[in-house]
């Protein structure tokens, strides 16, 4: 039983050997039958192929998606890249244009009143145990700034050198309510002396009441022995309010300091006085104002009516 069997199988495999070595040779001298063959098996898997696509052609399309939604999310991120790149590089330029104009108005200031300066950059602005409203500056002792020097600004007194090391110096702001210099009111002999309150406005107190003190006069530096720790001359504030309480002895008013201390970065430490005081020719010029243009309507006479 299993020899007949076996020969059976043996006879199968001959046969489907030399059919496919018949179907063979008739493929390669062009006879069309396998090209039927292949167009029947092709129609009947027609349907199936069909089925097929409709099936994965939308997984096809999500993973495309895919793919162009990651590319698309990686350009959003390079162009956002970019776009804080150039903002940067907008506060820089906008940062360094505000320390060139600060530099400029310092040096003018200086050289009208023909004080030697250094020049310096703020790089911190704190508090220490003695004082409460101070500045770190990047020059120091190596630069010849020395202690009790007048610190300024284009626009007027920042305070003055309270400790310097040798590539850096300490400064205590006008402001600090430890802070005291000696004044003078510009284009009179008033003196008294201004002292800081923690805000950005001082308080003066003039020595004699015999004249009066009004509000917008100026209030300059009026300088100290020997120029240490203050030069004459320097701008300070503006008279805002007066106290001109009857009896005083003395008069008290208020006094916006110039300078606005948050917004600082380059001053001027002057390390070389004048050799004359430059009394009121720092006195800040009055801003012209902008004329109003103005519009002259003429009215043309109506014509008489004919009689």
Do not use: C, W
Request: charge should be positive; aromatic fraction near 4%.
């Amino acid at each position: 039983m299993r020899s007949g069997g076996d020969n059976r199988g043996r006879l199968l495999l001959i046969s489907l050997i030399v059919t496919a070595l018949f179907l063979i040779t008739l493929d390669l001298r062009g006879v069309q039958v396998i090209t039927g063959l292949r167009n029947g098996s092709q129609s009947a898997l027609s349907p199936v192929q069909s089925v097929a696509a409709t099936i994965f052609r939308p997984v096809g399309n999500f993973f495309s998606d895919v793919t162009q939604l990651g590319r698309t999310r990686g350009e959003i991120e390079r162009l956002q890249a970019a776009n804080e790149k150039l903002q940067k590089e907008l506060i820089d330029r906008k940062n360094a244009d505000a320390e060139l104009a600060q530099l400029k108005s310092v040096l003018d200031l200086a050289g009208t009143a023909k004080f030697k300066v250094v020049n310096a950059k703020v790089i911190s602005l704190g508090s220490t145990s003695s004082f409460t409203q101070t500045i770190t500056i990047d020059a120091g002792t190596n630069d010849g700034i020395r202690q009790n020097m007048t610190v300024i600004t284009g626009l007027g007194l920042v305070g003055v050198v309270k400790m310097s090391y040798p590539n850096s110096a300490l400064i205590q702001l006008a402001t600090d309510p430890a802070f005291r210099v000696g004044a003078r009111v510009a284009g009179s002999q008033q003196i008294g002396i201004l002292s800081g309150q923690g805000t950005g406005k001082g308080v003066l107190q003039l020595l004699d009441n015999r004249t009066t003190l009004k509000v917008g006069d100026v209030i300059l530096a009026r300088g100290s022995q020997h120029n240490r720790p203050f030069v004459p001359g320097v701008p300070i504030g503006e008279v805002t309010s007066v106290d001109n309480a009857a009896g005083a002895i003395t008069q008290t008013a208020d006094v916006k300091f110039y300078v606005n201390f948050s917004t600082v970065s380059i001053v001027a430490v002057v390390v070389g006085a004048p050799q004359s005081d430059p009394r009121d020719a720092l006195v800040p010029k009055a801003p012209v104002p902008t004329p109003v243009p103005t519009v002259t309507v003429y009215a043309k006479p109506s014509e008489s009516p004919t009689p």
